[in-house]
C-alpha cells in the first residue's frame, strides 16, 4: 500500500525533493544553534570578546531570517503538493466510479462514497505534505543530535539516547489500536453523511408525511454510534500522547540530573551543559513530531485504504478488443437469457425474443417480471452469465461500451436532472448540438413553450434534481434529450408515466414519430400508449407468456385481454 501511495509523488518529485531540501537546511539551523550558544559560554564570555556577541547576535538573526523563508516554503509548497496528490487522487476515483457497473451503486450509499472521496482525502493531503517532511526532519535532528554530542560526551549521550527504545516500543504497541480505532471512525462518518445525504434529499417527503421525528430517530442512531466509535478512537488517542508525553518528560529529567553530575563532576563544561539542554529541547520537538506523524499517519493511511477500495473495484467488462459499431441497421436478438441479481433473486429465466430492424416492441405485464431488468440488460448495465444479445448479429459482450451505449437512447421512469439549466441538461442527449437542434428537440417533445414562457428561458436553473420542476416537465426534458440524441436505437421505459392525458397524447405522437424507422423498445403499464405497436410481449416470472399485436392478443381472452378489462372495468366503475 505504501508503494501505491508514493507513485502519487511522481508527477510533483521536483517540488517534492525541493521541500526535503528546505527541511533538511531548516534543521541544519536548529543543530548550528546550540554549538554557538556553547561558544559563546565557554570562550566568548568567559574571554570578555565584545565583538564577537555581536557578530554572534547577527548571525543568529540572519539564521532565523533563513529559517523563515524556509517555513513559508515547506508551508506553502509542501502544501501545494499535498493538495494537488489529493486532486489527482479524486480524479482517479471520480474517473474509476464511471466505470463501475451499476451494481456497486446498488450496493453502496452515495454519502459513504461521497465521505471516501472528500473527507478521506483531506487526511490523505495532509499525510502526503507532512508525513515526509515531519519524519526528514524528525531522523535529521535524532541522527544530527546524536553525532553532535558524542563529540562532547560518549557516555553522556548514550545514557540519554538510551530512553529512545522505550518510546519506539511503546509507540509500536499502540500503532494497531490506532488504526483499528480510526478505521472505525472513517466508516461510522461515512454512515452519518449517507443518512444526512438521504434526509436532506427526502425532505420534501418527510415534510409531506409529517415524519420528521422519525428521520431524527434515524439521524440520532448514526450519530450516537459515530460518537462512541470517535470517543473510543479519542481515548486510544489520549493513552498514546500521554505516554509519548511521559517518556519525553523522563528523557528531560535524565538528561537534566545526568548532564548535571557530569558537569559536577568536571567531565563536561557549562557550556556542554547549556548544549546539552538545548539540543534535548530540540531533540524533543522531533519526537513530538513523531508522535504526531503517528497519529497522521494512521488517519492518513486508513482514509487511502478506503480509498483503494474503491479503485480496486473492477470496472465494467469491456472486452480486450472490442468492437464499435458502425451503421446500425437495429436488429435485436435475445438468446435464452437468463439474469439474477447478486442476492440471487432470479429475475429472467431463459428468455428468447428477436426485435427486428425499424420495429417497436412493447413490454407489457406484472411488476416483477423483468421488463425493466431486460431493458437494463440491452445497453449492459448489468452483466449476464447465461444467454446471448446481439445488435445486427454482433454480441453486445464484444462491442465496446462507449460505442453501444452512444447508439442507444433510453428514457426512463425515474428521471435524473442534474444541478443546473434546462440547456445543460438536455445537452446531455448530443453535447455539440447546436441551438437549433436543441430547440427543435424540443419542440417535439412539447417543451419549447413552456421553456420561452420562463423569465430565463432554456438558461432557467432546475433546482437540485430538477427539484424546480414538475414529473411532467422532468420527463420532457428526458425525452428531449432522446430526440437530441437522435439513436438508432430506443428503450422508453415507462416513458410517459408522469404525464397528464393530454400531453402524454401528444408526446406519443411524437414518440410514433420518432420511432419510424428505428428499432424501439417500450414498457409500459398504460396499454393504451402500446396499441400500436409491431409486436406486444407480455412478460410475467414465469417469462414471455404471450406475444402477437393487440388485436391478436385480445382475442386470444388471456393476461393481455385481462390486464386490459381490468383497467377498463376500473374505469367504468370509478371515472365514469
Known amino acids: 500500500m505504501i508503494k501505491k501511495f508514493i507513485t502519487y509523488y511522481k508527477p510533483y518529485k521536483k517540488l517534492f525533493l525541493l521541500d526535503l531540501l528546505a527541511a533538511l537546511l531548516l534543521s541544519v539551523c536548529d543543530l548550528v544553534y546550540p554549538m554557538l550558544t556553547r561558544n559563546v559560554i565557554d570562550d566568548i564570555v568567559p574571554n570578555r570578546k565584545l565583538n564577537m556577541i555581536f557578530v554572534f547576535g547577527i548571525m543568529l538573526l540572519l539564521i532565523f531570517v533563513f529559517k523563515a523563508c524556509l517555513n513559508y516554503f515547506m508551508q506553502y509548497w509542501g502544501h501545494v503538493v499535498g493538495v494537488r496528490m489529493q486532486g489527482d487522487m479524486r480524479r482517479e476515483v471520480f474517473t474509476h466510479l464511471q466505470d463501475l457497473p451499476n451494481s456497486y451503486f446498488?450496493?453502496?450509499?452515495?454519502?459513504?462514497?461521497?465521505?471516501?472521496?472528500?473527507?478521506?482525502?483531506?487526511?490523505?493531503?495532509?499525510?502526503?505534505?507532512?508525513?515526509?517532511?515531519?519524519?526528514?526532519?524528525?531522523?535529521?535532528?535524532?541522527?544530527?543530535?546524536?553525532?553532535?554530542?558524542?563529540?562532547?560526551?560518549?557516555?553522556?549521550?548514550?545514557?540519554?539516547?538510551?530512553?529512545?527504545?522505550?518510546?519506539?516500543?511503546?509507540?509500536?504497541?499502540?500503532?494497531?489500536?490506532?488504526?483499528?480505532?480510526?478505521?472505525?471512525?472513517?466508516?461510522?462518518?461515512?454512515?452519518?453523511?449517507?443518512?444526512?445525504?438521504?434526509?436532506?434529499?427526502?425532505?420534501?417527503?418527510?415534510?409531506?408525511?409529517?415524519?420528521?421525528?422519525?428521520?431524527?430517530?434515524?439521524?440520532?442512531?448514526?450519530?450516537?454510534?459515530?460518537?462512541?466509535?470517535?470517543?473510543?478512537?479519542?481515548?486510544?488517542?489520549?493513552?498514546?500522547?500521554?505516554?509519548?508525553?511521559?517518556?519525553?518528560?523522563?528523557?528531560?529529567?535524565?538528561?537534566?540530573?545526568?548532564?548535571?553530575?557530569?558537569?559536577?563532576?568536571?567531565?563536561?563544561?557549562?557550556?556542554?551543559?547549556?548544549?546539552?539542554?538545548?539540543?534535548?529541547?530540540?531533540?524533543?520537538?522531533?519526537?513530538?513530531?513523531?508522535?504526531?506523524?503517528?497519529?497522521?499517519?494512521?488517519?492518513?493511511?486508513?482514509?487511502?485504504?478506503?480509498?483503494?477500495?474503491?479503485?480496486?473495484?473492477?470496472?465494467?467488462?469491456?472486452?480486450?478488443?472490442?468492437?464499435?459499431?458502425?451503421?446500425?441497421?437495429?436488429?435485436?436478438?435475445?438468446?435464452?437469457?437468463?439474469?439474477?441479481?447478486?442476492?440471487?433473486?432470479?429475475?429472467?429465466?431463459?428468455?428468447?425474443?428477436?426485435?427486428?430492424?425499424?420495429?417497436?416492441?412493447?413490454?407489457?405485464?406484472?411488476?416483477?417480471?423483468?421488463?425493466?431488468?431486460?431493458?437494463?440488460l440491452i445497453p449492459r448495465f448489468y452483466d449476464f452469465e447465461e444467454g446471448e444479445i446481439t445488435i445486427d448479429d454482433v454480441n453486445i459482450k464484444d462491442l465496446s461500451l462507449k460505442s453501444l451505449r452512444k447508439n442507444i437512447g433510453i428514457v426512463q421512469q425515474d428521471v435524473f436532472l442534474f444541478t443546473g439549466t434546462i440547456k445543460e441538461n438536455i445537452l446531455y442527449g448530443n453535447p455539440e448540438a447546436t441551438d437549433k437542434e436543441i430547440i427543435e428537440a424540443c419542440k417535439k417533445a412539447r417543451l419549447h413553450d413552456f421553456i420561452m414562457s420562463l423569465p430565463k428561458g432554456y438558461d432557467t436553473y432546475v433546482g437540485e434534481r430538477g427539484v424546480k420542476l414538475s414529473g411532467g416537465q422532468k420527463q420532457r426534458i428526458s425525452i428531449a434529450r432522446v430526440f437530441l440524441k437522435n439513436p438508432p436505437i430506443m428503450?422508453?421505459?415507462?416513458?410517459?408515466?408522469?404525464?397528464?392525458?393530454?400531453?402524454?397524447?401528444?408526446?406519443?405522437?411524437?414518440?410514433?414519430?420518432?420511432?419510424?424507422?428505428?428499432?424501439?423498445?417500450?414498457?409500459?403499464?398504460?396499454?393504451?400508449?402500446?396499441?400500436?405497436?409491431?409486436?406486444?410481449?407480455?412478460?410475467?416470472?414465469?417469462?414471455?407468456?404471450?406475444?402477437?399485436?393487440?388485436?391478436?392478443?385480445m382475442s386470444k381472452k388471456g393476461i393481455y385481454r385481462t390486464l386490459n378489462r381490468n383497467k377498463e372495468d376500473f374505469k367504468e366503475k370509478y371515472l365514469a
Not at 515526509?132 to 557516555?155: A, H, K, Q, R, Y
Not at 435464452?336 to 429472467?348: G, M, Q, R, T
Not at 408526446?507 to 400500436?532: C, D, F, G, P, Y
Open 106 to 376: 446498488d450496493e453502496n450509499k452515495t454519502g459513504v462514497i461521497m465521505s471516501r472521496i472528500i473527507n478521506d482525502l483531506m487526511d490523505i493531503s495532509e499525510l502526503a505534505h507532512h508525513g515526509p517532511e515531519d519524519l526528514f526532519i524528525s531522523l535529521i535532528m535524532l541522527v544530527g543530535s546524536f553525532i553532535i554530542l558524542c563529540t562532547i560526551n560518549v557516555p553522556l549521550t548514550i545514557m540519554i539516547f538510551a530512553v529512545i527504545p522505550f518510546i519506539v516500543l511503546f509507540a509500536a504497541i499502540q500503532k494497531n489500536k490506532m488504526k483499528k480505532a480510526f478505521m472505525e471512525t472513517r466508516v461510522k462518518t461515512g454512515e452519518v453523511n449517507a443518512t444526512l445525504e438521504n434526509s436532506i434529499a427526502g425532505i420534501r417527503v418527510t415534510k409531506s408525511f409529517g415524519a420528521q421525528e422519525n428521520e431524527l430517530e434515524k439521524f440520532e442512531k448514526s450519530n450516537t454510534t459515530f460518537k462512541k466509535a470517535r470517543e473510543a478512537a479519542y481515548k486510544v488517542m489520549g493513552k498514546y500522547f500521554s505516554g509519548m508525553n511521559l517518556l519525553t518528560d523522563i528523557l528531560e529529567l535524565v538528561v537534566l540530573v545526568a548532564a548535571a553530575y557530569f558537569m559536577y563532576m568536571d567531565k563536561i563544561t557549562p557550556g556542554d551543559f547549556a548544549a546539552y539542554l538545548l539540543y534535548i529541547k530540540m531533540f524533543i520537538q522531533p519526537i513530538k513530531k513523531l508522535t504526531n506523524f503517528a497519529e497522521m499517519y494512521q488517519n492518513g493511511m486508513t482514509g487511502f485504504q478506503r480509498y483503494l477500495d474503491i479503485i480496486e473495484e473492477k470496472t465494467e467488462n469491456e472486452s480486450p478488443n472490442p468492437i464499435t459499431l458502425g451503421e446500425v441497421k437495429g436488429n435485436i436478438e435475445i438468446k435464452n437469457l437468463s439474469f439474477k441479481y447478486e442476492d440471487n433473486n432470479s429475475v429472467l429465466e431463459d428468455i428468447s425474443l428477436e426485435i427486428p430492424s425499424g420495429k417497436t416492441i412493447a413490454l407489457v405485464g406484472p411488476s416483477g417480471g423483468g421488463k425493466t431488468t431486460l431493458c437494463s
Open 491 to 553: 428503450i422508453l421505459d415507462e416513458a410517459t408515466s408522469a404525464l397528464d392525458n393530454v400531453t402524454e397524447y401528444e408526446i406519443q405522437k411524437s414518440l410514433e414519430e420518432l420511432s419510424k424507422e428505428r428499432t424501439t423498445l417500450v414498457v409500459a403499464h398504460r396499454l393504451t400508449t402500446i396499441k400500436n405497436a409491431d409486436e406486444i410481449v407480455v412478460l410475467t416470472e414465469k417469462g414471455i407468456e404471450e406475444r402477437g399485436t393487440h388485436e391478436e392478443l
